[in-house]
C-alpha cells in the first residue's frame, strides 16, 4: 500500500488568514492530485501537477509538486469562507490512485 | 448534466444480507472506479475497471464484487454485509488511463449494516 500522509487533519482560521496543506509519501507517484470535497458530495479536482518541482496556481490557490514527486503543498491567500471544505490529495499510479486522509478546513467569517 | 450517477443514495442493511450499488456514468468514459470513505479517512480503491470487460482489484477488495455491465455501467457487490462495511461509498469514472486526468465522482451511497 502506497500511503500519502496529510497535515494537518483539520484546520480552523480566521478569514483573510493564508495557510498551507500538506500531502507526503514515501513513494513516488506519476501524478498528483488535489481535490475538494463538500459535505454529501463526491471530491472535485482543483488540479494535477506531474513535473517534479511543477507549480501551479489557481486564483488565490498555488499547489506545488516536490522534486521527487513524492510530496506536494496547497497554499491559499486569504482564505475566504467559500474555502471550507475537505482537501484531499491523491497520488497516482497508473489506473490506480491512493488518497491522503485529508485536511479539513474551517474558515471563519 | 448528469456525470456519474449512483443508486440508491441511502441503504440500511442487516448483517448478511446483500445489496448491489450501482453506478453509471454518461460521458463516454473508459475507466471506473469504486471507493470506500470512513471518517477520518480519505477514499480507499475497492475496485477498478480500466476498460469495459476488465476489472482489477484496489487496496481493499475483501468482501466484494463488480462487475462492469457495459462501458456505462459499474457496480458493486455485498455477497454478505457486515459492519465493517458501513461506509460511504463513491463512485468515479476517468476518460482514458493514467493520473493526469480528473476523475469525476458520483454523490456517494451512504451504507449502513446493523
Known amino acids: 500500500t502506497q500511503l500519502l500522509e496529510q497535515s494537518p487533519q483539520f484546520l480552523s482560521i480566521q478569514e483573510g488568514e493564508n495557510l498551507t496543506v500538506y500531502c507526503n509519501s514515501s513513494s513516488v507517484f506519476s501524478s498528483l492530485q488535489w481535490y475538494r470535497q463538500e459535505p454529501g458530495e463526491g471530491p472535485v479536482l482543483l488540479v494535477t501537477v506531474v513535473t517534479g518541482g511543477e507549480v501551479k496556481k489557481l486564483k488565490r490557490l498555488t499547489f506545488q509538486f516536490g522534486d521527487a514527486r513524492k510530496d506536494s503543498s496547497l497554499h491559499i491567500t486569504a482564505a475566504q469562507p467559500g474555502d471550507t471544505g475537505l482537501y484531499l490529495c491523491?497520488?497516482?499510479?497508473?489506473?490506480?490512485?491512493?488518497f491522503g486522509s485529508g485536511t479539513k478546513l474551517n474558515v471563519k467569517p | 448534466n448528469a456525470g456519474v450517477t449512483q443508486t440508491p443514495k441511502f441503504q440500511v442493511l442487516k448483517t448478511g444480507q446483500s445489496m448491489t450499488l450501482q453506478c453509471a456514468q454518461d460521458m463516454n468514459h473508459n475507466s471506473m472506479y469504486w471507493y470506500r470513505q470512513d471518517p477520518g479517512m480519505g477514499l480507499r480503491l475497492i475496485y477498478y475497471?480500466?476498460?469495459?470487460?476488465?476489472?482489477d482489484k484496489g487496496e481493499v477488495p475483501n468482501g466484494y464484487n463488480v462487475s462492469r455491465l457495459n462501458k456505462r455501467e459499474f457496480s458493486l457487490r455485498l455477497e454478505s454485509a457486515a459492519p465493517s462495511q458501513t461506509s460511504v461509498y463513491f463512485c468515479?469514472?476517468?476518460?482514458?488511463?493514467?493520473?493526469?486526468?480528473?476523475?469525476?465522482f458520483g454523490d456517494g451511497t451512504r451504507l449502513s449494516i446493523l
Open positions: 475497471s480500466a476498460s469495459e470487460g476488465t476489472t
Open positions: 468515479a469514472s476517468l476518460l482514458g488511463a493514467g493520473g493526469n486526468q480528473p476523475q469525476h
Open positions: 491523491a497520488g497516482s499510479d497508473f489506473n490506480k490512485f491512493y
